[in-house]
């Protein structure tokens, strides 16, 4: 018996937007208020489980083609090059700096280089979790 | 001067080049005609040193190896060491001439052979030169490995490995005990040279540690040189190659023991423990020795059980010449030195008879395939020179004239009056014994010299008994025991130019307090008629008596149970040891992780609660504590409730649920307490996690699906109660005790120092960034490893679907 699940695939495609939205917020967010590379990475797999859920794995993955063991590992990679960087610059491994910079559309902005380590955090964290959930999923 | 330390590694050196002369040259010629060289060069070096030591002058060579420890090998060149290097050289070189002709060159492995007796050489002499604590302890085990390798030299026979496991765990069980006794000497007078332990005899005599340095160095005397009861070892390691067994158990190692005793004199002499253990027990292993080589039938049991006997004899001369160092100089101290020469000659002649018997049993193995008394008789005229090799060495172990073992014994029977006359240590009420068991033990001696002498050589020739063509050996196998047969003829008519140059400096080095004017060193033949005399007179005569008749009690003497026998308590020992341990073992490692966490958590409670209360650290200070307020109150029960419904849960769906509730509480404490992110992450993952566990719970196994309680059991209950009070107490405490401020005022500057108002954050990302590192590898690795170990599963599940 095939299962309808239009409710359910409408109000995903409504609410993973969202979910990224708002996980991206949590990412970007988290110099200055809770959240951060973790929750944020959280989040966003949560929101590519949802999409696991309610169109199948084969449909999600013929249209994310990604690769998820690949990116845990990316994101350990960031981590660890952002912490290379600083040695190359002859401070201490892992040291990091900020500034405030005045971009075009957003104006005064602070970029600091912790968000490039939080983005390492971010897909370390986002690769793993789907990466265990799918490998359970497929264990039939 | 290099050249002694050339010399004593030359064995070693030249070990190192055997196997290519044995690849290379074997061939063509026997690979023991080049191992040859080494004894004879190194004999020839030590002989040019007997003049000067006779003369009374020492040597000393330093070779520094590890400085800061002050570690060195010092090789220390006296008259003791030089007559043990010389019996050492000279019979090693005999020896390997004998083995020559001994060991096949086409079946043998001979590189296996020469490799383990040049090693056994080389730490011999490094042994008996050594002056260093603990370079003497090295070349001792390292004579203990290579005869551990000698004896199991035919591997593939089961006796020869148990042989050799037993003599190896004998010999260096004693040799742990030894090195205990040279620690304790070595804190005693912080030194490491036995030389000057001497020197600094009185702070050691004085020291409490004296009684127990002494008992631990003669246990390691007492089980290299196979006294009672350590001498199993010795009759077992006759599976070992003939050439072996009379170099090491006849000349070498098995003196070793007596060496130390003599090396140790001038330190632990003239004290009454020491008296009465090594003369004590050498005169229980004379009589026990002689007795048991009555009851052997094969040859070498019997050699080897005479020479536990000769040694024991040896050892009692040691106790008793201990008594000089109690007397000083004077009459009493001569008449005790005497005892100490008598050992030293003993220990010579010794050496030569027992190395030439030794090679005649090894020749009537070798020509009639048989060592067995029983099967042998009336070789005499098949074998003549063999018989009268057999006929001087063993009529000089049973003390005859004119054969040099015929002074020793005299001068031993001296010895054992004297002391039974000493009147000190108590040797009033049974020092008659020491003459009475030295005389018994010496018919015994004399009995069994007959029995090997006569039921070898004498009797009736039975060819049929014998698997081979039986003719006389060949005469470079003769040389060997011909050469040692000839020593101790020539030792008895001339004793004093060996008395002079050999004997006495090694005197003068066991007993360095008696000036050599204080004794008259004349040994001689024939002193007119006196006990001694009497008592080998006697000796001959019963002996004689017993030999005759032996056909009445000797049957009755061999039948002696076999579960009395010292081998039979060593074997059931050992045997009931593996039990015992393996029986431990399997009642605590019982394979349960139930009982295993049970042994971590009381292990855990008694450390901590135990430090706790040792060291007063049970102190409660609640004046810094925050307010209770009713949020706080509620949250606790709700979570008491639900960790005690994890607990009572009648099913596993409850229990999961129960703690995903415990879960979200947690994430509100977080709230409550003000840590937004955690809360977050708290909540997020305690949801993945209860999925997780709802997944383990759904492919449960079905076939065990009945759902029931977590039976109870007491101690279970007591162990948690415990270690939950343990943890209380610990964390109460350790809050009461703040001893300094907390160094969150430094991140309170996060905006200024990482450019974040998260102070979370800019701890994660920035101030400890590196923790962060590694725990996202964790992550990745946790990731990984579930990926794995699924798809090894299904894979390995494909394959057996497969097949």
Redesign the interface.
């Known amino acids: 018996m095939k299962q309808n699940d239009v409710i359910l695939q409408s109000v995903t495609r409504v609410a993973v937007v969202i979910i990224l939205t708002f996980s991206i917020y ?1 990412f970007m967010n ?10 944020g990475g ?2 966003t797999a ?1 929101a590519i489980v949802l999409l696991y859920l309610s169109f199948g794995i084969e449909k999600v993955r013929e249209n994310i083609r990604m690769d998820f ?1 690949k990116l ?2 990316i ?2 990679l960031i ?2 090059g952002t ?1 290379m960087t600083a040695v190359v610059f002859g401070k201490p ?2 040291t ?1 700096a ?2 405030y910079f005045n971009l075009p559309i957003f104006g005064e902005t ?1 970029l ?1 280089s ?1 968000l490039i ?2 983005t ?2 971010a897909l ?2 986002i ?3 789907v ?2 959930i799918l ?2 999923s ?3 | 001067m290099i050249t002694l330390y050339l010399f004593i590694f030359l064995p070693f050196i030249f070990a190192c080049i055997v196997p290519l002369l044995y690849k290379y040259l074997n061939r063509q010629v026997h690979t023991g005609w080049f191992v040859l060289v080494v004894p004879l060069s190194i004999l020839i070096y030590l002989l040019t040193f007997i003049p000067a030591v006779a003369s009374g002058e020492t040597f000393e060579y330093t070779f520094s190896w590890i400085p800061s420890l002050g570690i060195h090998i010092t090789s220390y060149v006296d008259g003791l060491g030089l007559l043990f290097g010389l019996l050492i050289s000279g019979v090693g070189a005999l020896v390997i001439l004998y083995s020559i002709f001994y060991m096949s060159k086409v079946r043998e492995a001979l590189h296996n052979f020469y490799i383990y007796l040049l090693m056994f050489m080389g730490a011999m002499l490094g042994l008996v030169f050594s002056d260093h604590l603990l370079a003497f302890y090295g070349f001792w085990e390292l004579t203990s490995v290579s005869s551990f390798l000698l004896i199991s030299y035919w591997y593939e026979r089961k006796s020869s490995r148990q042989g050799a496991m037993k003599s190896m765990l004998i010999t260096v069980f004693g040799g742990f005990g030894m090195l205990a006794g040279f620690i304790m000497l070595i804190m005693m007078a912080d030194t490491y040279s036995i030389r000057e332990l001497i020197a600094n005899m009185d702070v050691i005599q004085g020291h409490s540690l004296f009684i127990p340095a002494m008992l631990c160095i003669l246990l390691g005397a007492f089980t290299k040189s196979a006294q009672f009861p350590f001498s199993i070892w010795l009759p077992d390691a006759m599976e070992a190659p003939t050439p072996v067994s009379s170099y090491l158990h006849s000349a070498t190692m098995v003196k070793a023991g007596i060496y130390l005793v003599a090396r140790m004199t001038p330190i632990f002499g003239g004290s009454p423990v020491w008296f009465w253990i090594v003369s004590g027990v050498g005169i229980i292993t004379l009589l026990y020795g002689s007795l048991t080589a009555l009851r052997q039938t094969d040859l070498k049991p019997l050699l080897a059980y005479s020479t536990i006997s000769q040694l024991g004899l040896i050892m009692s001369l040691l106790g008793i010449g201990s008594l000089a160092v109690y007397f000083g100089p004077g009459e009493s101290g001569t008449v005790f030195t005497v005892a100490t020469f008598a050992a030293l000659f003993h220990l010579f002649n010794h050496s030569t008879f027992k190395g030439s018997l030794f090679m005649v049993v090894g020749i009537i193995d070798h020509e009639t395939g048989r060592r067995d008394i029983r099967y042998l008789g009336g070789l005499m005229h098949v074998m003549p020179i063999t018989f009268t090799i057999a006929l001087v060495g063993g009529l000089s172990m049973a003390g005859l004239p004119p054969f040099n073992g015929f002074l020793s014994k005299e001068m031993f029977f001296a010895a054992v009056l004297d002391v039974s006359k000493a009147g000190i240590f108590g040797l009033n009420s049974i020092g008659a014994l020491f003459p009475v068991i030295a005389w018994v033990a010496s018919i015994f001696t004399f009995v069994y010299c007959m029995i090997f002498v006569l039921k070898t050589f004498g009797g009736k020739y039975h060819p049929e008994r014998l698997n081979r063509k039986v003719h006389e050996a060949p005469i470079g196998m003769l040389i060997a025991p011909m050469v040692l047969g000839l020593l101790v003829v020539l030792v008895f008519f001339f004793p004093n130019v060996l008395g002079k140059y050999i004997l006495a400096p090694a005197l003068t080095a066991v007993l360095p307090m008696m000036t050599v004017s204080s004794y008259d060193l004349k040994i001689s033949a024939w002193h007119g008629i006196n006990y001694e005399l009497l008592m080998t007179l006697g000796v001959i005569l019963l002996g004689g008596l017993l030999y005759m008749a032996k056909k009445r009690w000797l049957p009755t003497a061999r039948k002696f149970p076999q579960g009395w026998t010292l081998n039979h308590f060593f074997n059931e020992g050992l045997l009931s040891a593996e039990r015992w341990s393996a029986s431990l073992t399997n009642r605590y490692m019982t394979g349960s992780l139930r009982h295993y966490l049970l042994y971590i958590f009381v292990f855990f409670v008694l450390l901590l609660l135990g430090s706790l209360l040792w060291f007063h650290g049970i102190r409660f200070d609640f004046s810094d504590n925050a307010m209770i307020n009713i949020f706080d109150a509620g949250l606790v029960i709700c979570m008491v409730i639900s960790a005690l419904t994890v607990l009572l849960a009648a099913n596993r769906i409850v229990a999961i649920v129960a703690l995903g509730a415990l879960g979200y509480m947690v994430s509100m404490f977080f709230v409550i307490f003000r840590a937004p992110d955690l809360a977050l992450t708290q909540m997020v993952v305690e949801t993945v996690t209860t999925v997780l566990f709802l997944l383990c719970f759904y492919h449960l196994p079905k076939l065990k699906r009945t759902i029931e309680r977590i039976s109870f059991k007491w101690t279970n209950l007591v162990v948690s109660i415990a270690v939950g009070l343990t943890v209380t107490v610990l964390g109460l405490s350790a809050n009461g005790h703040k001893l300094f401020e907390p160094i969150t005022s430094f991140f309170e500057n996060s905006y200024k120092l990482a450019g974040a108002k998260n102070i979370v954050n800019a701890i994660l990302v920035d101030f400890r960034g590196f923790d962060t590192m590694l725990e996202i590898s964790v992550l990745t690795i946790a990731g990984l490893g579930v990926y794995v170990l699924i798809r090894q599963r299904s894979k390995r599940g494909k394959e057996h679907e497969a097949e």
Do not use: C, Y
């Not at chain 1, 988290?30 to 929750?39: L, V, Y």
């Open positions: 949590l988290g110099h200055h208020h809770p959240g951060g590379g973790f929750i959280l989040s949560a063991k845990a590992a994101g350990v981590a660890v912490g491994f892992l990091q900020f500034d602070e600091a912790a380590f939080d390492g955090v370390a964290v690769g793993t979790a990466n265990i490998s359970i497929e264990d039939r």
